[in-house]
């Protein structure tokens, strides 16, 4: 899809083609096209990371294929029908960076409600239903809450196997971030709950469910 910068005065000035920007270091979003740029703040571990600036998408992956996307968001189907994802243009991911919870999975992709939309139309389909899932947004919330103040990420949820855990590499701080955990379980709870209903009343939750129409 094509979004050119126009010139507002005079009207004869080129227009330049955000396409230019494409390149071995921006490859095209799988999503939607634009080129990806450096995703950067991301805990330690993630080797290759790159964001799509229109439609949010993110990628840990450069193999830049439309099918790999769309596979790897067909994972997230649930026994019902529907998918599930944890929405990288939430509220709680802009707030919490390199701590939220969504970021410590297998996945190759971050998605949002936008290039979700923009993925399963190339194979001629669209989004029927979303919905808001409160209680695995608070839930991310609360993990990436206590994520800012520990070492590894997603300790207690990846103990519920809700998240993909990711120890801290030394002995010592695995013990203080289990003590880490305990002692925030509460407090973070407190934040957790207004920041997620705030961000699911703006239409940016945490976490959604959607249904696509049937091929
Ligand atoms: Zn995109």
């Given at each position: 899809?094509?979004?050119?910068?126009?010139?507002?005065?005079?009207?004869?000035?080129?227009?330049?083609?955000?396409?230019?920007?494409?390149?071995?270091?921006?490859?095209?979003?799988p999503a939607c096209g634009e080129?990806?740029?450096?995703?950067?703040?991301?805990?330690?571990?993630?080797?290759?990371?790159?964001?799509?600036?229109?439609?949010?998408?993110?990628?840990?992956?450069?193999?830049?294929?439309?099918?790999?996307?769309?596979?790897?968001?067909?994972?997230?189907?649930?026994?019902?029908?529907?998918?599930?994802?944890?929405?990288?243009?939430?509220?709680?991911?802009?707030?919490?960076?390199?701590?939220?919870?969504?970021?410590?999975?297998?996945?190759?992709?971050?998605?949002?409600?936008?290039?979700?939309?923009r993925l399963v139309s190339d194979?001629?389909?669209?989004?029927?239903?979303?919905?808001?899932?409160?209680?695995?947004?608070?839930?991310?919330?609360?993990?990436?809450?206590?994520?800012?103040?520990?070492?590894?990420?997603?300790?207690?949820?990846?103990?519920?196997?809700?998240?993909?855990?990711?120890?801290?590499?030394?002995?010592?701080?695995?013990?203080?971030?289990?003590?880490?955990?305990?002692?925030?379980?509460?407090?973070?709870?407190?934040?957790?709950?207004?920041?997620?209903?705030i961000g699911g009343a703006l239409?940016?939750?945490?976490?959604?469910?959607?249904?696509?129409?049937?091929?």
């Open positions: 899809m094509a979004h050119y910068a126009t010139a507002s005065m005079p009207s004869n000035l080129p227009t330049v083609p955000l396409e230019a920007g494409l390149g071995p270091e921006n490859p095209p979003c080129p990806l740029f450096p995703w950067v703040g991301l805990p330690v571990g993630t080797l290759v990371a790159h964001r799509c600036e229109a439609c949010g998408l993110g990628v840990l992956s450069l193999s830049g294929k439309t099918s790999d996307a769309l596979a790897d968001f067909d994972r997230s189907r649930q026994a019902q029908g529907d998918y599930a994802y944890l929405n990288r243009a939430s509220l709680q991911a802009t707030i919490t960076g390199g701590a939220w919870s969504g970021l410590g999975t297998d996945r190759a992709y971050r998605f949002t409600p936008d290039s979700v939309q194979r001629d389909q669209i989004v029927t239903s979303r919905r808001w899932m409160p209680g695995a947004g608070i839930a991310s919330m609360w993990q990436s809450g206590i994520n800012m103040f520990t070492f590894g990420h997603n300790l207690a949820l990846g103990r519920w196997g809700k998240a993909t855990k990711i120890p801290a590499r030394k002995g010592w701080q695995r013990t203080l971030d289990a003590f880490i955990t305990v002692v925030l379980a509460l407090p973070s709870l407190l934040f957790a709950l207004p920041i997620e209903l239409g940016r939750g945490g976490s959604y469910r959607v249904e696509l129409n049937v091929l």
